[in-house]
Structures are given as structure tokens and as C-alpha cells.
């Protein structure tokens, strides 16, 4: 009888270097390193840890027409997002390289042509590179003032060590359509990127585990007001809506 295999992870509850693309690559690659030095096969990442989620659309009037403040965080966000062709993930291919274990990364992901962002899940092997870049199916609510709607290309499963694992961003996690299409892969280990609530993942990461038998790895990062850059257009309107965003919430099942 063959032995199950052995599969260790970590669920990396950090928060990135808020709207700092290059700062937060450089994070990236220091947990993969700390968790290659746990023995950690399997490392998941928050939803858009680089650069980070679009906090203020929740506590600010984002959708204002012609606001400049509005329109310089948007900017802001366009230039510390991900340019996947253009090589801003490269140093983190290296580390999952060195590391040898497969990795999940949220990304804010800039598309090559048109200018559109995506909220993306990007799958890393650890001998392959980059084997998937799964964009989330439909923003909520208003996500889709900063993100466009992406598609299924990316609901696939991937397998490592063999075990087959999958992978969804935020409320994804909650449509009936694109949880059975991970469970129609064959789907072991799933792993459930957000943006770091408590209050979303503990009951959904339970139901998946049940309704999927599978494992459930759900990752958030913990965010604060104080972690915008001191120049971040609305900052002082975040600072003034309270202190503590998200929470994490990271939880496995």
C-alpha cells in the first residue's frame, strides 16, 4: 500500500510593505526562505499581497467622478502593480527555485497590454516557474473600480510532491460554480487567498474542507491605517476612518 504523501505548510499571515511593489517582493522572498527553513513544501500568500489590497475603496468616496485624490491613488496603485512579462517576479521565481517548495502568491497584476489590473493568484513551482496566473473571475463590489473581471483559464489544480492543489482569491471562495470546478480537478489541498478578515474565512474554510474533502489552507494579511505611505494621496481620510483594517484571520481545515 503506497504511504499518503507528506505535504508541510505555510500559510504566511505578514502584511506586505504596503503599496511598495519591490519592498514586498523583497519580503516575499525572505518568508519563502524562512519557511523552506520549516521543512515547508506548500508557502500561501494573502489575495494582492503585492502590492497590497485597495483599502480605501471601503472608507473613502472612491467612486467620486474627477476626484484628484481618488485619481492619484489610483495611479499610485497602476505603478507598484506586478508586470509579470516584464520580470517583477523573477526574484521570487528564484527563491521558490531555492527553496523547493511550490508557492501561492496574490498579486496586483498589470496586463501586459491595455492597462487594465487584476486581482491574480499566481502559481509557482518550484522547477517550472510561473505554471498558472489565475485572475479572479468577478471583483466584489467595489474591487471593480481598481480591478477588471478576469476569466476560468486559471481554474486548474497543480501538482506538487503529488498532491494536487488549487487555488481561489477572496469570495471566489464563496461562488458554488468555481468551487466545483476545483473540485472536478481532483483538487487536495486548496488554497483560499483573502485580504485578511476573520470574519470571512473561519466558516467557509470549514464548509469547503466538508463539502470538498479536501484541506483547506485560508491565508490573510493583517493590515493597520498607519502602514499607508506617509505621501499616499488619502491617507489622512484612512487614518481618520479608524485604525485596524483586516485582521488575518488565517485559518486551516
Known amino acids: 500500500m503506497t504511504s499518503p504523501a507528506l505535504l508541510r505548510v505555510a500559510a504566511v499571515q505578514a502584511s506586505p510593505v504596503y503599496l511598495d511593489r519591490d519592498a514586498t517582493i523583497a519580503l516575499v522572498v525572505e518568508r519563502i526562505a524562512e519557511a523552506a527553513d520549516g521543512a515547508a513544501n506548500l508557502v500561501a500568500f494573502p489575495e494582492t499581497f503585492v502590492s497590497g489590497y485597495p483599502l480605501w475603496i471601503d472608507i473613502t468616496n472612491a467612486s467620486a467622478w474627477q476626484d484628484p485624490d ?111 470546478a476545483m473540485y472536478a480537478t481532483g483538487a487536495e489541498v486548496h488554497v483560499a487567498a483573502w485580504p485578511g478578515s476573520a470574519g470571512l474565512t473561519c466558516d467557509i474554510t470549514r464548509f469547503i474542507a466538508r463539502e470538498g474533502r479536501m484541506f483547506v489552507v485560508s491565508v490573510g494579511a493583517p493590515y493597520r491605517a498607519e502602514q499607508f505611505p506617509e505621501d499616499f494621496p488619502l491617507r489622512e481620510q484612512v487614518l481618520a476612518a479608524g485604525d485596524r483594517l483586516h485582521d488575518g484571520g488565517t485559518c486551516i481545515a
Not at 149 to 176: F, I, K, Q, S
Request: with cysteine; proline share 4%.
Open 70 to 180: 481618488q485619481e492619484a491613488a489610483f495611479a499610485w496603485y497602476v505603478e507598484q502593480s506586478v508586470d509579470i512579462a516584464g520580470g517583477h517576479l523573477d526574484p521570487v521565481v528564484e527563491a521558490v527555485r531555492a527553496a523547493g517548495a511550490f508557492v501561492y502568491l496574490g498579486i496586483v497584476e498589470r496586463a501586459a497590454s491595455g492597462g487594465s489590473l487584476y486581482c491574480s493568484l499566481v502559481a509557482i513551482d518550484p522547477v517550472a516557474g510561473i505554471v498558472g496566473v489565475h485572475r479572479k473571475l468577478k471583483p466584489t463590489y467595489g474591487e471593480r473600480l481598481v480591478w477588471a473581471d478576469g476569466d476560468g483559464a486559471g481554474l486548474v489544480a497543480h501538482e506538487h510532491r503529488g498532491v494536487r492543489l488549487t487555488g481561489l482569491n477572496c469570495w471566489e471562495n464563496w461562488m458554488p460554480l468555481a468551487r466545483t
